[in-house]
Protein backbone atom coordinates (compact mmCIF):
# COMPACT_ATOMS: atom_id res chain seq x y z
CA UNK A 1 0.00 0.00 0.00
CA UNK A 2 1.48 3.31 -1.24
CA UNK A 3 0.60 6.56 0.56
CA UNK A 4 -0.01 9.51 -1.48
CA UNK A 5 1.04 12.80 -0.37
CA UNK A 6 -1.70 15.40 -0.60
CA UNK A 7 0.90 18.56 -0.85
CA UNK A 8 -2.58 21.14 0.16
CA UNK A 9 -2.99 19.35 3.38
CA UNK A 10 0.61 19.58 4.39
CA UNK A 11 0.84 23.43 3.24
CA UNK A 12 -2.52 23.89 5.36
CA UNK A 13 -0.68 22.21 8.39
CA UNK A 14 2.97 24.23 8.03
CA UNK A 15 0.71 27.12 7.22
CA UNK A 16 -1.32 26.79 10.37
CA UNK A 17 1.68 26.26 12.88
CA UNK A 18 3.44 28.99 11.32
CA UNK A 19 0.55 31.46 12.62
CA UNK A 20 0.45 29.99 15.68
CA UNK A 21 3.94 30.44 16.51
CA UNK A 22 3.97 33.92 15.07
CA UNK A 23 1.51 34.61 17.79
CA UNK A 24 4.02 33.50 20.54
CA UNK A 25 5.92 35.72 22.85
CA UNK A 26 10.30 35.62 22.17
CA UNK A 27 12.05 34.00 24.87
CA UNK A 28 15.31 34.39 24.84
CA UNK A 29 18.05 31.88 25.29
CA UNK A 30 20.55 31.76 27.43
CA UNK A 31 22.94 32.40 24.88
CA UNK A 32 20.89 35.39 24.15
CA UNK A 33 20.92 36.80 27.07
CA UNK A 34 24.67 36.65 27.09
CA UNK A 35 24.89 38.90 24.13
CA UNK A 36 21.99 41.00 25.22
CA UNK A 37 24.31 41.95 28.48
CA UNK A 38 27.69 42.64 26.48
CA UNK A 39 25.58 45.08 24.24
CA UNK A 40 24.78 46.93 27.60
CA UNK A 41 28.29 47.01 28.05
CA UNK A 42 29.60 47.79 24.48
CA UNK A 43 26.71 50.51 24.31
CA UNK A 44 28.33 52.82 26.25
CA UNK A 45 31.58 52.86 24.20
CA UNK A 46 30.74 51.45 20.60
CA UNK A 47 34.37 52.39 19.34
CA UNK A 48 35.77 49.73 21.77
CA UNK A 49 34.07 46.94 19.47
CA UNK A 50 35.42 44.00 18.64
CA UNK A 51 34.87 41.44 16.27
CA UNK A 52 34.31 39.28 19.42
CA UNK A 53 31.38 41.19 19.86
CA UNK A 54 29.22 41.25 16.25
CA UNK A 55 26.79 38.52 17.51
CA UNK A 56 25.95 40.50 20.80
CA UNK A 57 25.66 43.77 18.25
CA UNK A 58 23.70 41.58 15.81
CA UNK A 59 21.23 40.22 18.77
CA UNK A 60 21.02 43.83 20.51
CA UNK A 61 20.27 45.58 17.49
CA UNK A 62 17.48 42.88 15.92
CA UNK A 63 15.81 43.31 19.24
CA UNK A 64 15.94 46.88 19.12
CA UNK A 65 14.56 47.23 15.91
CA UNK A 66 11.97 45.14 16.43
CA UNK A 67 10.96 47.71 19.34
CA UNK A 68 11.52 50.36 17.46
CA UNK A 69 14.51 51.82 18.93
CA UNK A 70 15.83 52.96 15.63
CA UNK A 71 17.63 56.34 16.88
CA UNK A 72 19.19 54.20 19.45
CA UNK A 73 20.57 52.03 16.75
CA UNK A 74 21.87 54.55 14.40
CA UNK A 75 23.71 56.40 17.73
CA UNK A 76 24.99 53.25 18.47
CA UNK A 77 26.29 52.04 14.57
CA UNK A 78 27.54 55.71 14.33
CA UNK A 79 30.24 54.79 16.59
CA UNK A 80 31.23 51.49 15.58
CA UNK A 81 34.53 51.04 14.19
CA UNK A 82 34.14 51.33 10.09
CA UNK A 83 36.55 48.62 10.15
CA UNK A 84 33.68 46.03 11.99
CA UNK A 85 30.56 47.34 10.05
CA UNK A 86 32.63 46.54 6.68
CA UNK A 87 33.13 42.90 8.03
CA UNK A 88 29.94 41.99 9.09
CA UNK A 89 27.05 42.43 5.88
CA UNK A 90 24.53 42.06 9.19
CA UNK A 91 25.51 45.09 11.03
CA UNK A 92 25.94 47.47 7.52
CA UNK A 93 22.44 46.17 6.82
CA UNK A 94 21.03 46.86 10.62
CA UNK A 95 22.94 50.52 10.35
CA UNK A 96 21.29 51.55 7.01
CA UNK A 97 18.07 50.28 7.82
CA UNK A 98 17.79 52.13 10.85
CA UNK A 99 19.26 55.19 9.38
CA UNK A 100 16.97 55.35 6.69
CA UNK A 101 13.75 54.77 8.88
CA UNK A 102 15.07 57.72 10.82
CA UNK A 103 15.18 60.25 7.59
CA UNK A 104 10.79 58.99 6.97
CA UNK A 105 10.30 60.30 10.30
Known amino acids: M ?3 LDAATAI ?3 SALRALCRRLPHISTPAELARLQRIGEVETSPETATIGDV ?3 ISGWRR ?3 QGET ?3 SAMAAGVP ?3 MDSDR ?3 LYA ?3 VAREARR
Do not use: I, V
Open 96 to 98: CAA
Open 82 to 84: ASL
Open 64 to 66: WWY
Open 71 to 73: ERL
Open 90 to 92: RLA
Open 2 to 4: TKT
Open 12 to 14: RKA
Open 55 to 57: EAL
